[in-house]
Nanobody
Framework: QVKVEESGGGSVQAGGSLRLSCWVS????????MGWFRQAPGQARGGVAM????????YYADAAKGRFTISHDFASNTLYLQMSSLKDEDTAMYFC??????????????????WGQGTQVTVSA
């Protein structure tokens, strides 16, 4: 069984920064693509950023481009999401997920096998 644990959420003023972390208990084929998703109240969960951990190819939703950076440290099995220039519309529960390589490049949550419980990010205007 693979465990996925997020941390780093919190409250920040608009224009501020936060870094989310996600630890995965083991590396395997089903965790080679890792991504961040978010869900705001009343909205569907959607993709924010993904990374293929082998070659570090990254993929971003339009709302994240230029403001968020996804990265991964293979040695510690930890995924990061550095968020800057935060806006109130970034307020959401953020989830970390892991999946097989073929799901990378798609912002859909389909195909991700392992999910964390989520960490709340609240941006105040």
């Amino acid at each position: 069984q693979v465990k996925v644990e997020e941390s780093g959420g919190g409250s920040v003023q608009a224009g501020g920064s936060l870094r989310l972390s996600c630890w995965v208990s083991r590396n395997r084929y089903e965790t080679l693509c890792m991504g961040w998703f978010r869900q705001a109240p009343g909205q569907a969960r959607g993709g924010v950023a993904m990374i293929y951990v082998v070659d570090k190819d990254t993929y971003y939703a339009d709302a994240a481009k230029g403001r968020f950076t996804i990265s991964h440290d293979f040695a510690s099995n930890t995924l990061y999401l550095q968020m800057s220039s935060l806006k109130d519309e970034d307020t959401a529960m953020y989830f970390c997920a892991a999946g097989i390589p073929s799901v990378c490049g798609r912002l859909s949550e389909r195909g991700y096998s392992y999910w964390g419980q989520g960490t709340q990010v609240t941006v105040s205007a």
